[in-house]
């Protein structure tokens, strides 16, 4: 058995004996997020880790496309 198909399954029985999604557990960090005030933040980014309620991005054009804008500082 595929010990990386083991630690998926493993994970998302966890999340599913705690009461979690099993996206939630398996999910990555996007490599940007627009926050609620339309602030695009990327990876490694001053706000990233502190921007909690956001959109996804894959990119930071993509975030600037959808009215987004990058942030001042």
Request: glycine share 6%; proline share 7%.
């Given at each position: 058995?595929?010990p990386?198909?083991?630690?998926?399954?493993?994970?998302?029985?966890?999340a599913?004996?705690l009461?979690?999604?099993?996206?939630?557990?398996?999910a990555?960090?996007?490599?940007v997020?627009?926050?609620?005030?339309?602030?695009?933040?990327?990876k490694?980014?001053?706000?990233?880790?502190?921007?909690?309620?956001?959109?996804?991005?894959?990119?930071?054009?993509?975030?600037?496309?959808?009215?987004?804008?990058?942030p001042?500082?």
């Amino acid at each position: 058995m595929n010990p990386s198909f083991c630690k998926k399954s493993l994970a998302v029985l966890l999340a599913l004996f705690l009461g979690l999604s099993p996206q939630i557990v398996l999910a990555e960090e996007p490599s940007v997020k627009k926050s609620k005030s339309g602030i695009c933040h990327a990876k490694g980014s001053t706000y990233y880790s502190k921007t909690k309620n956001y959109t996804p991005y894959q990119s930071m054009e993509a975030c600037l496309k959808s009215g987004g804008r990058r942030p001042k500082r």
